[in-house]
């Protein structure tokens, strides 16, 4: 019996199909890279039928790749040597909010607004956001991050335990409820960020928070990016919490402006978010402007109102929709890099001269908290000469990132797009990586050619 028999006879069939029009759902992603389609796709309902897939993949060698809501950057979830694409949009519920651990056991499909949504009515919130209203198993399997990382941290810092099926079947867990652990190794730092290729996650235990008693949004425009990273570094230096810290760069804000009706200046500009009590946050704001009046800062904007904040940040959240709009026929590179922060101006500085060396039409911004940036470029995918600059133009930074310490991707993650980095980044710790994969996959059927290259 085929595997394609094996798993019809397990699903009922409105979970188990080869459709046209699901297969190339499920063969791309947000991503410029080419799409490719899956054999088939499967939509488990538990950690059981996760677990019964996996057995009928390890034993007939078939690719499996776990799939959330498709939003990844760099080729994630494309399976390029086809196989099994394993949807857990079925698996979408909050299993359990426990208020006074300030955690939450959700199933991986479960997407960051519903979870939210929820821990509102406890006053909480879970932390990380990308941008995209992406499944929290996606957004653990790239160690996503976002705007609010520079206060509360990446997802990797939320994740208290996994559930995880392994490429043999076996279903075990990472981590615990404790709030803190010196037993054994950190697996939950193991997995998150595996991007599907080590396990397929099945249940996660994030932390979450309580929601701030007073929140105040900031847009503070300076005549160059310099002085804009100072401002972060000065603030931060400060012992300021932020919640949020965003550059925008002069283009980009000339795009904000045209798509979203704002008459911001088109300046490099930070957009900011400061939590906290309301005596606290008043000192902050008063001592955050003091810091920023002394870096010449041209323009500085407090938003306290909700509706005001809102439309702040949906301008700069919108900011990839602003040049998709903008550039009809067009698809979108999106890259990141993240550098120390005394070398992000002059990272910022060098993307936007080769922005300009190879004519692209493109804009920079960056979660400037944590030194991660990322280049927003439109490309016209049928000419081969603008691809091949964009993959120079990758190549550049992510080597300019890399001579100064920094990382080929802050939160974007590998995929397909950033593997011929890791060997380079990583050194004599690459191959310690590939013996991790070729022990828990020794098949190589768990999102196989994706993060490190197998020995063969």
């Known amino acids: 019996m085929s595997y394609l028999d094996e798993l019809k006879a397990i699903f009922p069939k409105d979970r188990v199909t080869a459709n046209q029009v699901v297969l190339e759902r499920h063969g791309k992603d947000e991503s410029y890279h080419t799409p490719h389609l899956p054999d088939i796709v499967v939509f488990p309902t538990s950690a059981e039928e996760v677990r019964a897939v996996m057995k009928i993949a390890s034993v007939h060698e078939i690719p499996v790749i776990p799939f959330g809501l498709g939003t990844s950057l760099e080729g994630h979830i494309i399976p390029y040597e086809g196989g099994i694409s394993l949807d857990m949009s079925l698996m979408d519920e909050i299993i359990e909010i426990m208020p006074n651990d300030f955690l939450v056991k959700v199933q991986p499909g479960v997407t960051r607004s519903k979870l939210n949504n929820e821990l509102k009515k406890h006053g909480l919130f879970f932390t990380v956001d990308p941008g995209a209203d992406a499944t929290l198993g996606g957004m653990a399997a790239t160690n996503a991050s976002g705007t609010t990382s520079v206060r509360y941290g990446i997802m ?16 075990m867990h990472t981590g615990n409820l404790a709030g803190k652990s010196s037993s054994g ?34 847009r503070a425009s300076f005549h160059s990016i310099d002085d804009a990273v100072q401002g972060v570094v000065n603030i931060l230096s400060a012992g300021i919490q932020m919640a949020r810290i965003e550059l925008v760069d002069e283009e980009s804000m000339k795009r904000i402006n045209e798509f979203s009706e704002t008459d911001y200046a088109e300046l490099p500009t930070l957009f900011m978010e400061f939590h906290g009590n309301q005596a606290g946050l008043a000192q902050d704001v008063e001592f955050a402007e003091a810091l920023l009046a002394d870096l010449n800062c ?41 550098l120390p922060m005394s070398e992000l101006a002059g990272g910022i500085k060098h993307a936007r001269q080769l922005i300009e060396k190879y004519g692209f039409e493109g804009g920079l911004l960056g979660h400037v908290g944590d030194g991660n940036y990322h280049a927003l470029l439109m490309l016209d995918l049928d000419d081969k000469t603008e691809v091949e600059n964009a993959e120079r133009f990758n190549k550049d930074i992510v080597e300019y990132a890399l001579h100064r310490g920094g990382s080929c991707t802050g939160e974007h993650g590998v995929g397909v797009g950033k593997m011929k980095f890791q060997e380079k980044e990583h050194g004599e710790a690459y191959p310690v990586m590939q013996a991790l994969k070729q022990t828990l996959d020794p098949k190589n059927i768990l999102n196989p050619g994706k993060v490190i290259k197998i020995k063969k």
């Open 156 to 171: 990797r810092d939320q994740v208290k335990d996994l559930e995880v099926v392994l490429a043999d079947g076996t279903i």
């Open 185 to 218: 190794y950190n697996l939950n730092g193991l997995f998150v960020g595996s991007e599907g290729t080590l396990g397929c996650f099945t249940e996660l235990t994030l932390r979450v928070h309580g929601i701030p008693e007073t929140i105040v949004a900031a």
């Open 298 to 338: 041209q323009e500085l904007k407090f938003e306290k109102d909700n509706r005001a904040r809102n439309k702040l940040w949906d301008a700069r959240h919108n900011l990839a929709y602003a040049y998709i709009h903008n550039s009809p026929g067009k698809k979108m590179m999106v890259t990141d890099v993240c």
